[in-house]
C-alpha cells in the first residue's frame, strides 16, 4: 500500500486516475463552455432579442483582448501549482488566486506533502473542489437572503475588512510559506516590493498581471541559485 | 414577454447553469476522495482537509455575495449571480458591462433599467472575454502535466525547487500590492498602511497559531489556523481603518 502512496502520478494506477482526469475534465470544462453560452442565447430566444452588434463587437473589443492575454498566462502559470483536477475545476469556478490555490496550498501544508505528488494531487483537488462547494452554496444562501441581507451586507462598517481580504489572506499564507522557502523568497519579494512601490500604476487591478512575472522571476534566480548549489 | 433583469425566467436558467457547476465539483471531489482511499490515505486527513478547506472559503464567500449585491443594482440578481459562481470577478464583470454600455451609448449606473437586448450583448461580452481558461485547460494541462513528471523523473530535487518557486512567486506578487499605497506616507496620508498593518496582524496570528500547536501538541488548531487568521485579519482592518482614515 504505502508503495502505492509513494509512487509518482506516471506509474501504476495514477496513471490510469491521472487519464481519467484528464478525460473528464476535458469533458466538463467544454460542456460547461457550451452552457455558459447557452444562457444569453437562451435569453435573447425567450425574449426575442437579438444583440446590439456595436455594442458586442466595441465591447469585446475594449474586453477581451486584456482579458485574454491574463487568461492565457494565468492559466500556464497555474496549471503547475492546481495540479490537474483542482485545474479544471479551478478555470470553471474562478477566484483562483484569491480562493482555490490559497486553499489549494492550505491543504498541502497541512497534510506536509509536496504538490507535485500523488497524495498533493488528490488533495489539492479535494480542497478546490470543497471551496467551490461552499462558495457555490453560500452565494445561493446569499441570494435567496439578499433582501434581508442587503442592509448588513452594504454597512459601512464591515467595509474595510472586505476591503483588506488580499493582505488578510496573504499575510497569514506568506509567513508559512516564505518561512520554509527563504533562500527563494529574498529576491522576488525585494523586486515585488520595489516595483509596486515605486510604479503608482501597480495596484489591486494590476496584481494579477504581476504574479506571472513573479513566478518567472522566481524561478530564474532559484535555478541560478541551484545550479551554483546554494539551495 | 416583458423583459426584466430580475425575471423569474433568468432566475431558472442561472439555477440550471450553476447545478451543472456544482455538479463538476462534486464529481471531481468523489473521484479524488476514491483515489485518496485506493492509494491508502487515512479517511480523517481527507476529512479533515475538507473541513478545513469549507472553514477557510466562508469569509471569501461572504466577500463574493457582496460583489453580487452590488452589481444586481444595476444588472438584476441572476446575471451576477451566475458570473461570480462561475470564472468572474466584481471587477471584470463591472469593466465588461460598462465597455458595452458605453459602446451602446449607455452606462452602467445611470439608473436606466436594462432591455433585454442590452442584457443580451452584456452578456455576451462577459461570457466570451473570459472563456480562455474554461477552454485553454482541456487543451494544454494534459501536455503541462507531462513535462512536470519529465521534469520530476529527471531530477527530482529541481522539481520539488520549481513547484515551491511557483507557490513563493505567486506569494511574493500579492505581498508587493500589500505595499502598492505605501508611498502615500510620506504625502502625509496614513491609509496606505492598513493592508500593511492587517497583513502583520494576520502573519502573527498564524505564528502565534504555530506557537500553539507546538505547546499544546493539538494538531487540530492547523486546520483552522488560516481561516482564523483570515477572519481576524480582516476583523483587525476595522479598527486600523478607523485610526489611520
Not at chain 1, 188 to 211: C, E, R, W
Not at chain 2, 191 to 204: D, E, H, K, Q, R
Amino acid at each position: 500500500m504505502n508503495n502505492e502512496m509513494n509512487c509518482s502520478i506516471a506509474t501504476g494506477t495514477g496513471e490510469n486516475y491521472m487519464n481519467s482526469v484528464h478525460r473528464w475534465g476535458r469533458i466538463w470544462n467544454l460542456s460547461v463552455m457550451i452552457i455558459l453560452f447557452a444562457f444569453p442565447v437562451a435569453v435573447g430566444l425567450i425574449f426575442r432579442a437579438l444583440p446590439d452588434l456595436k455594442g458586442l463587437g466595441l465591447g469585446l473589443l475594449a474586453t477581451a483582448p486584456m482579458y485574454w492575454a491574463v487568461g492565457i498566462v494565468e492559466t500556464f502559470t497555474y496549471i503547475p501549482m492546481l495540479g490537474a483536477g483542482g485545474s479544471y475545476l479551478s478555470f470553471v469556478t474562478g477566484n483562483i488566486s484569491n480562493l482555490k490555490l490559497p486553499c489549494a496550498l492550505n491543504a498541502l501544508d497541512q497534510a506536509g506533502v509536496k504538490g507535485n505528488s500523488d497524495e498533493g494531487e488528490v488533495l489539492s483537488t479535494i480542497a478546490i473542489a470543497v471551496s467551490s462547494i461552499v462558495t457555490t452554496l453560500i452565494i445561493v444562501l446569499g441570494v435567496v437572503l439578499l433582501i434581508p441581507l442587503r442592509p448588513l451586507l452594504e454597512n459601512p462598517v464591515l467595509d474595510p475588512a472586505f476591503a483588506q481580504i488580499l493582505p488578510a489572506l496573504f499575510g497569514a499564507l506568506g509567513v508559512v510559506f516564505v518561512s520554509r522557502n527563504w533562500k527563494i523568497s529574498i529576491a522576488p519579494i525585494v523586486l515585488m516590493l520595489i516595483l509596486f512601490i515605486s510604479i503608482p500604476a501597480l495596484n489591486s487591478g494590476t496584481v494579477g498581471i504581476m504574479v506571472p512575472v513573479s513566478v518567472i522571476f522566481t524561478l530564474i534566480v532559484s535555478r541560478i541559485m541551484y545550479k551554483k548549489g546554494w539551495l | 414577454m416583458t423583459f426584466s433583469v430580475n425575471h423569474p425566467i433568468l432566475f431558472v436558467l442561472a439555477g440550471i447553469i450553476i447545478a451543472v457547476v456544482l455538479a463538476q465539483s462534486v464529481f471531481f471531489l468523489v473521484m479524488a476522495w476514491r483515489r485518496g482511499i485506493k492509494m491508502g490515505m487515512d479517511k480523517k486527513k481527507l476529512k479533515r482537509v475538507a473541513i478545513s478547506a469549507a472553514v477557510f472559503t466562508i469569509a471569501p464567500a461572504i466577500a463574493i455575495i457582496i460583489s453580487v449585491a452590488t452589481l444586481s443594482k444595476d444588472l438584476g440578481i441572476p446575471l451576477p449571480w451566475l458570473r461570480l459562481s462561475v470564472v468572474g470577478s466584481q471587477s471584470y464583470e463591472t469593466i465588461a458591462a460598462s465597455n458595452t454600455m458605453e459602446a451602446m451609448g449607455n452606462s452602467l449606473g445611470s439608473g436606466v433599467a436594462l432591455n433585454a437586448t442590452q442584457y443580451v450583448t452584456v452578456a455576451l461580452v462577459m461570457t466570451i472575454s473570459i472563456m480562455v481558461g474554461i477552454w485553454l485547460v482541456p487543451v494544454v494541462a494534459k501536455k503541462m502535466q507531462s513535462g512536470m513528471i519529465t521534469m520530476e523523473k529527471r531530477d527530482k530535487k529541481w522539481a520539488d525547487i520549481f513547484s515551491a518557486s511557483m507557490f513563493v512567486g505567486m506569494i511574493a506578487a500579492f505581498l508587493g500590492f500589500v505595499f502598492c499605497d505605501v508611498s502615500s506616507v510620506f504625502s502625509g496620508d496614513m491609509t496606505g498602511l492598513i493592508p500593511v498593518l492587517v497583513m502583520l496582524v494576520s502573519a502573527l496570528c498564524m505564528c502565534l497559531s504555530g506557537l500553539l500547536v507546538k505547546v499544546f501538541k493539538a494538531r487540530w488548531i492547523s486546520d483552522y489556523a488560516l481561516p482564523v487568521s483570515l477572519v481576524l485579519g480582516m476583523a483587525s482592518a476595522i479598527p486600523i481603518t478607523a485610526w489611520l482614515s
